[in-house]
C-alpha cells in the first residue's frame, strides 16, 4: 500500500490550494485519514482528520479556512486551503489507518504516511 500526496506548490498570501492524497494497493478498508504538516525547525503537527464516516477536525489554526474531504470509492483525500498565510508554509503529509488484504491476510495499520507535499506561501 502506498499513499501519494500531491498539490503543493508556491503561492501568495491569501490564495489558495488543493492537496490530493491517493491511496493504492491491495486495500480492503480505510479507517480516520488525515493530514499533519512540519515546518521547518519545528514538530509535525496536525491540521485536520476524517473519518470513514466523514466526521472532520481541524487544529484551530485552520478552522474557517481549510476543508478536509475524502472520496471513498477513489481512496482519496483532499485538503482545500483557502486563505493561506506564511505561517502555513510547511510539508504536508496524508496519513491513513489502512487494512490491506495480501496473501490471504488481512493486515491492519493505522500509520501509513504519503511522502510529503511542499507547500510555500510567498509573495
Known amino acids: 500500500v502506498q499513499l501519494q500526496a500531491s498539490g503543493g506548490g508556491l503561492v501568495q498570501p491569501g490564495g489558495s490550494l488543493r492537496l490530493s492524497c491517493a491511496a493504492a494497493g491491495s486495500i480492503f478498508s480505510i479507517l480516520d485519514m488525515g493530514w499533519y504538516r512540519q515546518a521547518p525547525g519545528k514538530e509535525r503537527e496536525l491540521v485536520a482528520t476524517?473519518?470513514?464516516?466523514?466526521?472532520?477536525n481541524y487544529a484551530d489554526s485552520v478552522k474557517g479556512r481549510f476543508t478536509i474531504s475524502r472520496d471513498n470509492a477513489k481512496n482519496t483525500l483532499y485538503l482545500q486551503m483557502n486563505s493561506l498565510k506564511p505561517e502555513d508554509m510547511a510539508v504536508y503529509y496524508c496519513?491513513?489507518?489502512?487494512?490491506?488484504?495480501?496473501?490471504?491476510?488481512?493486515?491492519?495499520?493505522?500509520?501509513?504516511w504519503g511522502q510529503g507535499t511542499q507547500v510555500t506561501v510567498s509573495s
Open positions: 496519513k491513513a489507518d489502512i487494512t490491506d488484504y495480501s496473501g490471504g491476510y488481512y493486515r491492519r495499520s493505522p500509520d501509513y
Open positions: 476524517i473519518t470513514s464516516g466523514g466526521s472532520t
